[in-house]
């Protein structure tokens, strides 16, 4: 059966158009392979934010993979290290 | 979403264009964004756009720290940017400083007039200097005149240097300015009463304008007399803060 993409006036009626959602639909679509915006890794260290801060743990670590090594620089890369090991440290607690 | 259309996203966001669908922690990435492609001024503009206590602690510090740096960089680069070209050639040596005063005034550069004014120059950024926008209420800094540079403090000022300007290159037929009046009114005399009180005698000449107009007008008076005087009057900006 054919799901159609639910359209932004029909999100937004069931007030699912949100930063938070909107982005989370965002990464998943990004995980499955059918985001066809242009991304860079800056971008995808910002969705690593997003689920830190949201608690999305499984996310967060699958995103881990799309980050190029050497693409951001000193500061933002430490502070990348520190989420990762924030995500595998709050998933083995919960497993 | 690449660095580019987040950059147009935020510059939407500030401007105001973009209400909906934008949580706390949508700014504050959008404040790492610019802090990693060194926005300085967009970071610091978006932090007025942040409540207090949004986020969590951790987060909290973090989009401080950020946000202190995007202000102290903004700051550091409007004074490198309102730096005169005097103060900068003032930390040259003897002979460099010589040197470079030169080629100022080769290039027809004021030793007042300020770096971002040359940027806005060479990169042909209009911005800054006035075409279109509203003059009113902007504080004047220099007059450009085809390519030259003139300092001037008001908007009165900026009007009779250009038309100084345009004496200097006619010296013989300044009389033709007279002939630039309204349908009532006269914009030009030598005659001081034939003028309000706010009139004022152009330097080098016995000829007085009236000076009793808006900014806008005397900017576009001035391009008038330009082209009365078969002058490029597309050349004629002024430069405000």
Known sequence: MLIRKKTVRQLKNEGNYTAQLRQKREIERFLKGNYIKDIDSFQVYQWIERCHFHQWWHLGISLSGYIMPNSLNADYQKRLDFLLKEFSRNMSKNS | ?241
Not at chain 2, 32 to 61: I, T, V
Not at chain 2, 131 to 159: C, M, W
Not at chain 2, 163 to 174: G, T
Request: hydrophobic share 30%; proline share 2%; with cysteine.
């Open chain 2, 1 to 241: 979403m690449d660095a580019e259309s987040q950059k147009r996203k935020i510059r939407r966001f500030i401007n105001g264009a973009i209400k909906e669908g934008i949580d706390a922690f949508c700014i504050y990435q959008w404040i790492e964004r610019c802090h990693f492609e060194k926005w300085w001024e967009m970071g610091a503009a978006l932090g007025a756009h942040l409540q207090p206590n949004s986020l969590n602690n951790d987060y909290e510090k973090r989009m401080e720290f950020i946000l202190a740096e995007c202000r102290r960089n903004h700051q550091q680069e409007k004074k490198a940017q309102d730096k005169t070209m005097g103060e900068m050639i003032g930390d040259l040596d003897g002979v460099k400083r010589v040197e470079a005063v030169q080629l100022l005034k080769k290039l027809g550069i004021d030793l007042d007039t300020k770096l971002k004014d040359i940027e806005n120059v060479i990169q042909g950024r209009s911005s800054r200097r006035t075409s279109n926008t509203d003059l009113t209420g902007k504080s004047v800094r220099a007059i450009i005149v085809h390519g030259q540079t003139y300092p001037a403090r008001t908007h009165k000022e900026a009007y009779l240097k250009v038309i100084q300007f345009v004496f200097q290159h006619h010296p013989q037929d300044k009389d033709r300015i007279l002939n630039l009046q309204g349908r009532t009114r006269k914009y030009f005399s030598r005659n001081p009463h034939d003028l309000t009180k706010y009139r004022e005698r152009i330097p080098d000449s016995d000829i007085y304008a009236e000076l009793n107009e808006n900014a806008n007008t005397l900017y576009r008076r001035g391009k008038e007399v330009l082209q009365l005087y078969k002058m490029d009057h597309e050349s004629f900006k002024i430069m405000t803060d």
